[in-house]
């Protein structure tokens, strides 16, 4: 078994690992997946890898927050730790405004 580049750490963070692998955050079919790269966060545009070897061949690992070895089910709120030590909060209920993705305002990095 190969390791994750990504840990889960409580009921709603992730912490990026693996600076050669980008996280694709998938959270349910309704909401838009971000791209988390070792620079910081964006909402992804481009097409969404069919499956994990898919991904893994543009070097993404997709993260599909809702299953069961993550979270278990869709988040409103999310926070992300990238690898240049800052966290990100990623806040599902304002989906298409500037506040969708944003600096966490207590990160202590």
Request: aromatic residues 8%.
């Amino acid at each position: 078994m190969t390791e994750k580049p990504y840990l889960v750490s409580g009921r709603n963070t992730l912490i990026h690992k693996m600076r050669k692998v980008d996280l694709l955050i998938m959270n349910g079919d309704e909401y838009p997946p971000v791209l988390v790269t070792h620079r910081g966060l964006k909402e992804y545009t481009g097409s969404v890898p069919e499956n994990r070897r898919d991904a893994k061949a543009l070097d993404m690992e997709l993260v599909d927050i809702t299953s069961g070895d993550i979270f278990g089910d869709e988040k409103t709120l999310v926070f992300i730790q990238t690898l240049n030590g800052k966290e990100y909060k990623i806040d599902y209920s304002k989906v298409g405004t500037q506040l969708f993705i944003r600096m966490h305002q207590g990160s202590a990095f």
